[in-house]
């Protein structure tokens, strides 16, 4: 069993920045894929971005890329993905999510644990 905890969302105004981070327990972090979703009330939960056990590979919906990287940590069995250029679209609840099947996905099904979710709100 994985149990992850996000943190570092809150408000920031357009064209700011945020750095999410999400902690896992368990020592078998660094051979899981992590992915950031994000969620907006009356919508499916969305793929934002994905890295796999080394870092090596990552995947990100085109909407952010150029602005976010998703990058980690195993020594801290942390993921993080830093968000620049925020924009108001940005604004939702971002789930961190672990894969332990290790392929970078964007499949939200595909992953086995979930955090609770940090809200992001960016205003205009």
């Known amino acids: 069993q994985v149990q992850l905890v996000e943190s570092g969302g809150g408000l920031v105004q357009a064209g700011g920045s945020l750095r999410l981070s999400c902690a896992a327990s368990g020592r078998a972090f660094s051979m899981y894929t992590m992915g950031w979703f994000r969620q907006v009330p009356g919508k499916e939960r969305e793929f934002v971005a994905a890295?796999?056990?080394?870092?090596?590979?990552?995947s990100y919906t085109d909407s952010v890329k150029g602005r976010f990287t998703i990058s980690r940590d195993n020594t801290k069995n942390t993921v993080y993905l830093q968000m620049n250029s925020l924009k108001p679209e940005d604004t939702a609840v971002y789930y961190c999510a672990a894969n332990k099947f290790g392929m970078v996905t964007s499949t939200s099904y595909e992953y086995d644990y979930w955090g609770q979710g940090t809200q992001v709100t960016v205003s205009s």
């Open positions: 890295i796999n056990w080394s870092g090596g590979g990552t």
